[in-house]
């Protein structure tokens, strides 16, 4: 009994894979300026948030839920710890725990409206959106320390400054950070027992509860990890945003949900991975920053963007609709 | 009967890797009503397809009207009168009857649609079935039976003159079926042709006229159903004669300790004051009719729906009988009780996933280290299972869904078996499962029992009641009206306690 081996064409993620290359090198041979390290550079370092949110969202994503509140919820932890930091003098280290400890809370309760209360999850989760911009708006906009201010220091997670000015190095560190997390995340999503429930809630809920399953708690764990992930994510937002605004932070999320289906997550659930999800950013990302570089404002980026996840979704149908006929 | 209004000759249908139809003929007379049966996947429903323009033929010619004709859509085939009743009931729920009837072809005045007429006209077309059903009511307001009597009367509707009726009787009371026999002699008196998909050989004697036989893909034969028996019939399906006689006594030890006892459950409507005692080997039956609450006495066992009031009492692995707490399933798995839903696709296992990680689905804790899955033990224990059940399946890791009925039900079974469940509920064990696959499963809860599991096996099929149970109990509308051990049960006295509060 040999079990055949897929052809690495007919994965998802391969096929995105070729296509992040094929956009690096179509940018980089069309424009000059994109193909300049300090360019690849501030792309990783916005990549960084999307990314992360878009790592918790696969889970619910899988589940077939969805969690609408990442946006406007990783805004609204940023603005809190820049407050306190700048307001009330904690220690940065103390808001970003702040930061992770506030998404913890917001996933806790999008889990429990939806994995106990059987809210919707687009429901639910639309209102945790509202109530997180309106938090959030309560703050003032304030600056997290920069670079040279006292606390800046975290920004050194995401990017190695050595020497001053004009003059200094930088190292995208942040990028290894995020390749590690993907790897643990992709790990936990097959090898341990929250990664196998995540995937059976989303396949046949019905069935997993029937197994003697607690799907409740799994699916409000579910939720956890995607608000984790966000508070994660509030930290990356603010060592790029120089000053986080309060009212902002809506829309972000469907950078990082079309993210994840780029990557390859089936529509309906049931069906996901965290490597997906990686590329899948990357594409987006790409289309965001490469696209101004030849010549496409940043409302073409969005058609473009839209476009490319039809044909995503298409293909995960298609696919579907081929092993369903077989 | 009449003339032939339907001939189909020769059809050969081919898929990827699949000779679904190897020149297979067929035809239809006015006025007859004409089965059409085989085991699953004997090629009933790929033939009707065909007919009805879902599929299209490789060669061979289907005849209609004296006409050779190829519908290449349903749309066509309905135009033309040949429709289609399926089993899966495609209704809207939050449509009314009237809107249902006249979906996608709704009468006009102006640019409204005018209800008025088309409530007008379904109030006529139920006056000529002979049925009581208000155009104004919602779809999902009436029960399964009368909903398919709306689907008859859109057939009817489309000037149907040969209507196909997909295993019309599955989900149906017996007084529900013999409300649809009334209304199919009816239209066979009108001088349509009638093609009856069904699996119920009581209902092909009664209802037919003569039955064609399908086996894998190909064309059997043609009988007169009241010139033939049952056997001939059954014999031609499967080209070989099978056990249908019943269990002649208990094979329970006398001295068998009770494992389960339940008392006094209530659970809603459908479960009122159910007590029973389950004994250690044994397989109890549970019959009834459609709706008699038999899932749902099980579903509150298991804790898979809220229940009332009620006492549950399990032995424990220290052979002492005492009060258990069931508010879960995860509890009642627990205490060693598993449950295999009727309906394998929506409740017992997850089809899109392969048979390791359906087998493992219960049991997770045995195969995790701290955080992480030990697949290589997960695939032992699966191959384990696929070996000792018999499971036809190519590999530990293929797609449930790519399995048939039969494997499917034992990859659950494996499910409950890992877990080491001493009480195992079977719910319809064999629905949807074809005759051979059937056999297997018998043999396989028989040996079950005789290693000492305990068995509730909730069926719909008396053959399957008489052939399974030690002792049967009976329900009708939520209450249990009877409890007889198999050396006293007949067909006769099964049905009378299973229709006694009904009239």
Redesign the interface.
């Known amino acids: ?3 055949k081996k897929k052809s690495i064409l007919s994965d998802q993620r391969f096929i995105v894979l070729l296509v992040v290359i094929a956009l690096t090198a179509i940018f980089s041979f069309m424009s000059k300026e994109f193909r300049q390290y300090n360019t690849m550079l501030s792309l990783l370092d916005f990549s960084y948030y999307d990314l992360l949110m878009a790592i918790g969202v696969t889970f619910p994503l899988i589940t077939g839920g969805v969690d609408l509140s990442i946006g406007t919820g990783m805004v609204c932890y940023a603005l809190i710890g820049g407050t306190l930091i700048r307001s009330h003098g904690i220690p940065v280290i103390v808001a970003m725990l702040v930061c992770v400890l506030l998404g913890v809370l917001i996933g806790t309760l999008n889990g429990v409206l939806i994995g106990v209360m059987n809210l919707p999850p687009f429901l639910a989760t639309l209102c945790t959106c509202m109530i997180t911009r309106g938090a959030g708006s309560l703050c003032t906009a304030t600056p997290w320390p920069g670079l040279t201010q006292e606390g800046g220091w975290f920004h050194s997670i995401f990017k190695l400054t050595i020497g001053t000015g004009r003059s200094a190095d930088r190292y995208p560190i942040g990028f290894l950070w995020m390749v590690i997390l993907v790897l643990l995340m992709e790990f936990v999503l097959n ?4 990664g ?2 995540t ?2 809630i989303g ?2 809920k ?9 799907v409740k708690f799994y699916h409000v764990m579910v939720y956890v990890v995607c608000g984790l992930f966000t508070g994660l994510a509030a930290i990356a937002y603010a060592a790029v945003t120089p000053t986080v605004q309060p009212g902002t932070g809506a829309g972000l999320e469907m950078d990082a949900i079309g993210g994840v289906f780029v990557g390859g997550v089936a529509a309906t659930g ?2 996901g991975s965290v490597l997906g999800t990686f590329v899948g950013i990357f594409v987006i990302m790409l289309l965001k920053t490469g696209l101004p570089y030849i010549g496409l404002q940043a409302n073409w980026q969005q058609i473009i963007t839209g476009l490319v996840l039809i044909v995503a979704v298409l293909i995960d149908i298609i696919k579907e609709k081929k092993a369903a ?2 | 009967m009449g003339e032939v209004i339907l001939t189909m000759k020769d059809i050969d249908k081919s ?2 890797g699949v000779h679904a139809l190897d020149h297979v003929n067929f035809e239809v007379k006015r006025g007859e009503v004409h089965a059409l049966m085989g085991e699953n996947g004997a090629g009933k429903s790929t033939l009707m397809k065909v007919l009805t323009g879902i599929y299209q033929k490789d060669s061979g010619s289907i005849v209609y009207k004296g006409k050779e004709t190829e519908f290449h859509n349903t749309r066509e085939a309905q135009d033309a009168g040949v429709v289609i009743v399926h089993q899966e009931l495609n209704m809207v729920g939050d449509l009314t009857v009237a809107q249902n009837i006249f979906i996608g072809r709704e009468p006009k005045k102006g640019f409204r649609i005018d209800d008025k007429k088309m409530i007008e006209e379904s109030k006529k077309l139920f006056q000529e079935l002979n049925i009581e059903i208000d155009p104004r009511e919602k779809m999902h307001n009436l029960t399964v039976g009368k909903q398919q009597m709306c689907e008859i009367a859109k057939a009817i509707s489309h000037k149907a003159e040969v209507i196909i009726f997909d295993e019309p009787s599955a989900a149906l009371t017996e007084k529900e079926i013999a409300d649809l026999f009334v209304i199919i002699r009816d239209l066979r008196e009108k001088g349509l042709g009638i093609v009856y998909i069904s699996h119920r050989m009581d209902e092909i004697k009664v209802i037919t006229d003569r039955v064609t036989v399908m086996r894998d893909g190909g064309y059997v034969g043609t009988l007169i159903t009241k010139d033939s028996t049952k056997e001939d019939i059954i014999n031609m399906m499967v080209g070989r004669v099978i056990y249908e006689d019943p269990k002649q006594h208990s094979m329970v030890a006398p001295d068998a300790p009770v494992v389960l006892k339940v008392e006094h459950l209530n659970a809603g409507k459908m479960v009122q004051d159910v007590s029973f005692e389950l004994r250690k080997g044994e397989i109890l039956g549970f019959s009834g009719l459609m709706g008699a609450g038999r899932t749902e006495t099980a579903r509150a066992l ?1 804790g ?1 729906d809220p229940k009332q009031s009620g006492k549950i009492s399990v032995m424990g692995k220290d052979g002492q009988l005492r009060e258990v707490t069931i508010n879960s ?2 509890d ?3 205490y060693g009780i598993g ?1 295999l ?1 009727e309906d394998r696709r ?8 392969s048979c390791i ?1 359906n087998t493992t ?2 049991t ?2 045995q195969f ?1 280290k701290g ?3 030990d ?1 290589a033990k997960e695939k032992e224990v699966t191959e384990k299972y696929i070996k000792e059940l018999a499971t036809k399946t ?2 530990a ?1 293929q797609l449930v869904v ?1 399995l048939s009925g039969g494997n499917q039900q034992k990859v659950v079974i494996a ?1 409950w078996l890992t ?1 080491d469940s001493d009480i195992l509920i079977f719910d319809e064990p064999t629905r949807g499962i074809d005759v051979g696959a059937k056999n297997e499963i018998y043999k396989l809860m028989n040996k079950l029992a005789a290693e000492g599991k305990s068995i509730i096996m909730i069926s719909s099929e008396m053959t399957e009641v008489l052939r399974m149970s030690d002792r049967i109990i009976i329900m009708c509308e939520g209450k249990v009206t009877g409890n007889i051990d198999i050396s006293e049960a007949t067909q006769e006295n099964i049905m009378d306690k299973a229709t006694r509060s009904i009239d």
Not at chain 1, 191 to 194: D, N
Not at chain 2, 346 to 353: A, D, E, N
Request: aromatic share 14%; proline share 5%.
């Open positions: 009994m040999t079990k090898h341990t027992k929250f196998r429930y995937i059976a396949s046949n019905e069935a997993a509860a029937l197994s003697g399953i607690n049931g069906y006929a077989l | 898929f990827p298991f898979a399933p995860q009642a798995v627990k449950y839903s929506r409740y017992g296992c997850v089809v899109q996933k990680e689905l219960a997770m804790e995790t955080f992480l899955i697949s190519p590999t890791d790519n499910k877990r």
